[in-house]
Every structure is written in structure tokens, then in C-alpha cells.
């Protein structure tokens, strides 16, 4: 679940000419809290066309009142890509790179989309700083590489994902506007980072970021369909850093590959339910629980949304 302090939308601008295009923005004022979520079939497909009235909040346990509601397909994304480039990923960072090219054409849909692109190993680097140009992000990909020397090792040489995580939440705070995510393509082992798990989703969280993780790995050099042999010890860290923040984890194996994993992310960052209502005053800082659900829709259905948010300072 992705929260911003603000007021009550003011969609539109006036004034434009017929060659500028329309930008959804929100304008901060009155004290609220602005809730995203994705609603997902038994399939796993997003579910549309929803009423206020079936989604039911709570914020520390007690319900709270839904002040604003939309459904919103076309807010301003910022996005970043995370690409573990440790020596045990070697073998699928050309087909990572193929594939991410076709993603961010597909995410960049409009002049107010941004995204950034890093890259981890036993240091954290920023390859590519947010930028709206499709065309720069996709040369930046070229750049990505695997250290040399990097053995299979990650205890040894290093692999530094929660302070990436920290670095590029961080670098999309105080964008006012429209949805934040990062996604990251890893087989979830952290090793010599000065941040923990519990750092990083706290990150995410005050930067209002949804975090999407893709569980790469596999016997297969060069296959990204094939069956992982990331620890259970990643699994659960990419589980849980996704599953904080509102996002999901997708493991490729022979029945989803990397595009089939873009795709899902491109629906739920395009299709997104907007709800926001006035908290209770709390302590600058506080950490509160959300929780977010879906009454009286036709089947079985999947709320997801960020579990908690801070109180801004």
C-alpha cells in the first residue's frame, strides 16, 4: 500500500493547449493519508470497476472513514530497476537486459514517467539517475556488469540489496505526484550491507514506494524460465520486503519468464485504486498499521496494499 500526506485531489489544468497533455496531480493542504492498492482475482488479474463502498479501512485497528476514492490508470509513475549484477547472477544479465528494455518502453507511456536504473554487487552503484527519456534508460542497461574477478561466492564477494533499496527509495522522495516503485530482479541473498530488512522496507515506506521483486536464478546459463536455486533464506526476504510495501514477488520458473513478470508489475502500477481519509494526530515519526479490505466482491480477491507508514516528521 503506497501512502502520501495531502489534500483532497485537484485533478486537471487549466489552460493548456491542444498540443499539452493533461497531468493528474495532487496538492497537499488539509492533513491526509492517501492509500494505493491493486485488487486481484483468484487468477491473479486485477480486478476493476469497484465502489467505495466495498473497501473497509483501519489504521491501528479501528476503522477509519474513506474521505476520497478513485479508480486511477494514468497517474505519473516513478520507477526504479534494480539489477543484482554478484557473480551468481552472471549467466542471466544479457536476457535481464533484453527484457528490461522492452519494460521501460512499456512503463514510459508519458512526459511526466521517470525511472532510474541501479545495479548491486559488493557495492551499491546508480547507473542511471530518474530521467524521462526512454532512450537514455536503454543505453544505460548497456552499462550494467558483472564485477571482475566476482566468483559465485555472494559470502565472499558481497551483495549490498538492502543498501541499494535504501538509496533508490530515498532518490524518489519528494516527488508530489503519482505512484513510486521499485522492482528488483535478485535471487534475494544480501551480504555486507550496512542496512537490514527491516531498514530497508522502513525506506520504502516513508518513501512511499511500492517494492516488486523477481526471484532470478537457475541451473540454466542464460535461462531466465528456469527453476530457481535462490535459498529459502531469499525467498522469504524478497517475500516480506515486497509483501510491506504493497508489492509482490514473482519466482520465474517454466511457467512465468521475466516478460511474463514485467507484464504483471505493468498492470498494477497502470490500474490502481486511490483511497485517502484523515488519521488520528500521532507523535512525528510513529509507525502505524493499515490495513485495507474488499467486502462483497463477486469472488475470491486479493487486497494488495503496504501494511504500515510513518507519521512524517
Not at 486481484?40 to 476520497?68: C, H, M, N, T
Not at 512503463?107 to 532510474?116: F, G, I, L, Q, V
Not at 534508460?137 to 556488469?145: A, D, P
Not at 564485477?147 to 533499496?165: F, H, I, N, S
Amino acid at each position: 500500500m503506497r501512502l502520501r500526506w495531502m489534500v483532497p485531489a485537484i485533478l486537471g489544468l487549466a489552460g493548456l493547449s491542444p498540443a499539452q497533455e493533461p497531468v493528474t496531480t495532487l496538492r497537499l493542504g488539509t492533513r491526509v493519508v492517501s492509500v494505493s492498492a491493486v485488487v486481484l482475482d483468484s487468477r491473479g488479474l486485477p480486478v476493476r470497476d469497484l465502489p467505495k463502498e466495498d473497501f473497509a479501512l483501519k489504521q491501528d485497528g479501528k476503522p477509519q472513514e474513506i474521505r476520497y476514492f478513485s479508480e486511477d490508470s494514468d497517474l505519473p509513475l516513478t520507477l526504479s530497476l534494480l539489477v543484482d549484477t554478484s557473480g551468481s547472477e552472471k549467466a542471466y544479465l544479457q536476457e535481464e537486459v533484453l527484457d528490461s528494455e522492452v519494460f521501460f518502453k512499456a512503463m514510459m507511456r508519458r512526459p511526466t514517467d521517470r525511472s532510474a536504473l541501479y545495479q548491486f554487487d559488493i557495492e551499491a552503484r546508480k547507473v542511471q539517475g530518474l530521467t524521462p527519456s526512454v532512450q537514455t534508460l536503454i543505453n544505460s542497461l548497456n552499462f550494467l556488469t558483472i564485477p571482475r574477478g566476482a566468483t559465485m561466492d555472494a559470502t565472499r564477494d558481497g551483495t549490498k540489496l538492502y543498501d541499494t533499496v535504501i538509496a533508490a527509495a530515498r532518490a524518489s522522495e519528494g516527488q508530489d505526484r503519482g505512484r513510486r516503485a521499485l522492482v528488483l530482479l535478485t535471487d534475494g541473498e544480501d551480504v555486507g550491507s550496512r542496512a537490514t530488512l527491516e531498514g530497508a522496507i522502513a525506506a520504502a515506506q516513508r518513501a512511499d514506494v511500492v517494492v516488486y521483486a523477481v526471484l532470478v536464478g537457475g541451473p540454466e546459463p542464460s535461462r531466465l524460465h528456469a527453476p530457481p536455486v535462490a535459498s529459502s533464506r531469499g525467498s522469504d526476504v524478497l517475500r516480506n520486503l515486497s509483501a510491506a510495501t504493497g508489492g509482490r514477488l514473482f519466482t520465474l520458473d517454466p511457467q512465468m519468464n521475466l516478460k511474463d513478470a514485467y507484464e504483471l508489475i505493468e498492470e498494477d502500477l497502470r490500474l490502481q485504486y486511490q483511497l485517502g481519509y484523515t488519521p488520528p494526530e500521532a507523535k512525528a515519526g510513529s509507525y502505524h498499521k493499515i490495513e485495507l479490505k474488499v467486502q462483497g466482491a463477486p469472488g475470491k480477491v486479493t487486497v494488495q496494499a503496504r501494511r504500515g507508514f510513518y507519521t512524517p516528521e
